[in-house]
């Protein structure tokens, strides 16, 4: 498909996440990897951002459960390497959803929101859905791939899973 033009004037670099998903048909387990991000927007200027990513998984419209990863500290190209497992049964995989927040740690009020992508049943995009659809052709094998980072409200205007999480 052709690169849409709204999309790209549209777009804040918020940074990029390096994921992998990988599902287990008979275990009936999602396994997420958290594997790292790359340029991410600054949240506090002073100090470089202490990011972390919250990973939530969304049946239909409910939050089920939410995991997250440590925060390193000062950087914007952090590496995580960290896996989760979520248990999915087959049956009900058609309607998950995996909302990603990157954050950065804040100790002294509410963390700061940095950028969000959904995977799954309410994809906030293109390559989200492709990933989605890569994972669940070939499983049991780890399907890896790169996600531009998005606003909250944008992934809340076409993802109903991201209006469900906070």
Known sequence: PLFDQDEAANEVE?????????????AGRLNVDVIRAKQLLQTDV????????????????????TKKTSFLRGTIDPFYNESF???????????????????????KSSNDFIG?????????????SNHWRRMLNTHRTA?????????????????????EVT
């Open 14 to 26: 918020l940074g990029e996440l390096l994921l992998s998903l990988n599902y287990l048909p008979s």
């Open 46 to 65: 002073s100090q470089g951002s202490d990011p972390f990513v919250k990973i939530q998984l969304v049946h239909g419209l409910k939050l089920v459960k």
């Open 85 to 107: 497992s979520f248990k999915v049964p087959q049956e009900e995989l058609e309607n998950a959803s995996l909302v990603f927040t990157v954050f950065g740690h804040n100790m």
């Open 116 to 128: 969000r992508i959904v995977i799954g049943q309410y994809s906030s995009g293109p390559s989200e």
């Open 143 to 163: 399907v890896e791939q790169w996600h531009s980072l998005r606003s909250r409200a944008e992934c809340d205007r076409v993802s109903p899973a991201s209006l």
